[in-house]
């Protein structure tokens, strides 16, 4: 290891192009699941009185807010405890993983090399309410063409299903009118390919997606990588930003006790 190696990695990021993979959190927006508890955004405190705004006053003069927010909200990751439950718990799919809460999860495992899948020719190709599956044929395929996955990557699935993450009532395609069975969903892998990528060593999967799980099969999908301790990461933008190789996924989550997950900040270095 070099003495100037921060200065490399400096040199590295400053000449690249960082691209952000978040999406905006805000109450006007998709940010939580259909039937997950609604994200609320609230004034504590602000700089002088107002009476249009519910807040407690203190008499000092500065602004803060509250929130209430699901831990699977906006651009976010799945922690395995998210679908299974402790070992001791004796509950269906109970193993070692669901001890391994989200502030566990070693950082090195949100961040590596992205390997972008483009299954944006799959975007739609399914029955109101299911998702088209990305599947083992599709998959291989992609490494006939980008080469092998390797256990370093983070393998990613983009489909352009951002583009549904707008201002309510646009915003509710993102995932309230595929539960609803009005359209079909986002595109996901299938059981096979994560076994697949996990035999490969692969330990983290993202999605542009509102779920890595199919929209008709979501409990399925969950489980067949979580209970092998890998971790999904759902609900990123601009992934079209990103060649097929050559770009640095960072997704950075809120450390939380014992979570099944949190929102956080996804960004991609990509060298010019």
């Not at 008499?59 to 922690?79: C, K, N, S």
């Not at 890998?230 to 809120?254: C, H």
Request: proline share 8%; hydrophobic share 40%.
């Amino acid at each position: 290891m070099t003495d100037n190696l921060g200065e490399q990695i400096a040199k590295l990021f400053f000449s690249s192009e960082i691209v952000d993979l978040s999406h905006l959190i805000a109450e006007d927006l998709p940010a939580a699941w259909p039937t997950h508890m609604p994200l609320q955004i609230r004034v504590w405190n602000w700089f002088a009185e107002q009476t249009d705004l519910h807040y407690v006053k203190t008499g000092i003069p500065f602004q803060t807010r509250w929130m209430t927010l699901d831990e699977h909200v906006g651009t976010h990751f799945d922690a395995p405890p998210h679908f299974i439950p402790p070992s001791d718990s004796g509950l269906p799919y109970a193993n070692k993983w669901g001890d391994v809460y989200g502030d566990m999860i070693p950082l090195k495992q949100f961040m590596g090399p992205a390997a972008v899948i483009d299954c944006t020719a799959l975007a739609g190709k399914a029955e109101p309410g299911a998702s088209p599956l990305a599947d083992l044929a599709f998959i291989k395929a992609w490494e006939a063409s980008h080469g092998e996955f390797r256990s370093e990557d983070i393998v990613t699935f983009w489909s352009g299903w951002d583009k549904n993450y707008a201002k309510f009532p646009e915003g509710e395609k993102f995932g309230l009118h595929v539960i609803q069975g009005k359209s079909p969903g986002w595109v996901s892998p299938s059981v096979e390919v994560i076994e697949y990528l996990f035999d490969k060593g692969v330990r983290t999967l993202a999605t542009d997606g509102a779920s890595i799980g199919a929209a008709h099969d979501g409990i399925r999908t969950h489980v067949v990588g979580l209970s092998k301790g890998m971790v999904y990461i759902e609900g990123l933008a601009n992934l079209g930003q990103l060649p097929p190789r050559g770009s640095f996924l960072v997704f950075l989550p809120l450390k939380i006790k014992n979570s099944s997950g949190a929102p956080g900040r996804a960004f991609a270095v990509v060298p010019k």
